[in-house]
């Protein structure tokens, strides 16, 4: 890492459905900058659709390919970047997220529940009752979301632009660091 004009502008997590895609999309917009996103990126990168490397070659495939293109994206993306729920859990990625601009988008159990429906394109949610196994990867995952986070928003109420509009004044501001090293 070489410093705040390297990599993405703001990273954004959380659990499946939180709205990392669409938030993330919005907010690129917003800030008239490019946006990434990391489902996109493996997508490109493979030639498969997510469900389908999953089908073929397994989750820890699909988890070492995420975290490849995800540290590439690390270093030369300069936009707004969204990752899918699963992508900080990886032990090779949390180092470099550490250094980054990461947001937390929460939501809980209800919100989820509108918006996973079946489950169809997310193979994470298969194979039983898909909104018990959404409740159970966001408990075990939420400790490390927020260890990595600079930020955290509530998901769970306004509009995808009302929330990217938040996210926009929150990169605006500068953070008060330990080093000082944001003082006027
Ligand atoms: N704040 C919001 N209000 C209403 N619908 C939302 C909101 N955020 C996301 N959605 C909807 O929820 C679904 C999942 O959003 P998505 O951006 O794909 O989430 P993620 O990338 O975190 O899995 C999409 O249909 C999206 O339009
Ligand atoms: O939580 C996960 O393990 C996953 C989340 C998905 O992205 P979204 O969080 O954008 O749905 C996608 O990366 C893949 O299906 C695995
Ligand atoms: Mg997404």
Redesign the pocket.
């Known amino acids: 890492m070489s410093g705040a004009d390297a990599g993405p502008c703001i990273v954004l997590i959380?659990?499946?459905?939180?709205?990392?895609?669409?938030?993330g999309r919005r907010l690129a917009s917003l800030l008239e900058v490019p946006f990434a996103?990391l489902d996109d990126l493996v997508v490109e990168r493979d030639g498969r659709e997510i469900p389908d490397i999953f089908a073929a070659d397994g989750e820890e495939s699909f988890r070492a390919l995420e975290a490849r293109v995800l540290t590439e994206a690390l270093r030369t993306h300069r936009g707004v970047l969204?990752l899918?729920?699963g992508a900080p859990m990886t032990a090779s990625v949390q180092p470099l997220l550490r250094q980054a601009p990461v947001a937390l988008?929460e939501i809980g159990p209800e919100t989820a529940a509108r918006?996973i429906g079946t489950g169809t394109g997310r193979p994470m949610l298969r194979g039983e009752d898909p909104l018990q196994r959404w409740t159970r990867l966001a408990e075990e995952r939420t400790p490390t979301y927020r260890a990595l986070a600079r930020w955290r928003i509530d998901?769970d109420r306004?509009?995808?632009t009302?929330?990217a509009r938040r996210l926009a004044d929150l990169i605006r501001t500068p953070a008060p660091t330990s080093s000082g090293k944001d003082r006027a």
């Open positions: 959380g659990p499946m459905a939180a709205g990392k895609s669409s938030i996103d969204s899918g729920g988008l918006r998901a306004g509009s995808v009302g929330l």
